[in-house]
């Protein structure tokens, strides 16, 4: 059974910096490119990072490009996501999915940013 299970959100400041994981499972990880998107409260969700299936390319939403860094480690089935210079507008709930969300959904994790 396919499982996508986001983890490392929370509340951190303007400025600040965190860094999301999600652990795959049930499925051949290695084979699928990820992604990282993420969904503010009354808005569509959006894509916001994608890494190919071997890590070599990586893409990102203009929005974040320079201040977000997506990663994978096959070995642990888990992609991550470096968030630096986080701001207000960087507020929402992050899920990982394959590209165009054909995996079962996770339940996201929450990232707040705000002083």
């Known amino acids: 059974q396919v499982q996508l299970v986001e983890s490392g959100g929370g509340l951190v400041q303007p400025g600040g910096s965190l860094r999301l994981s999600c652990a795959a499972s049930g499925f051949t990880f290695s084979s699928y490119a990820m992604t990282w998107y993420r969904q503010a409260p009354g808005k569509e969700r959006e894509l916001v990072a994608a890494i190919t299936s071997a890590g070599g390319s990586t893409n990102y939403a203009d929005s974040v490009k320079g201040r977000f860094t997506i990663s994978r480690d096959n070995a642990k089935n888990t992609v991550y996501l470096q968030m630096n210079s986080l701001k207000p507008e960087d507020t929402a709930v992050y899920y990982c999915?394959?590209?165009?969300?054909?995996?079962?959904w996770g339940q996201g994790t929450q990232v707040t940013v705000s002083s």
């Open positions: 999915n394959a590209p165009g969300g054909r995996l079962l």
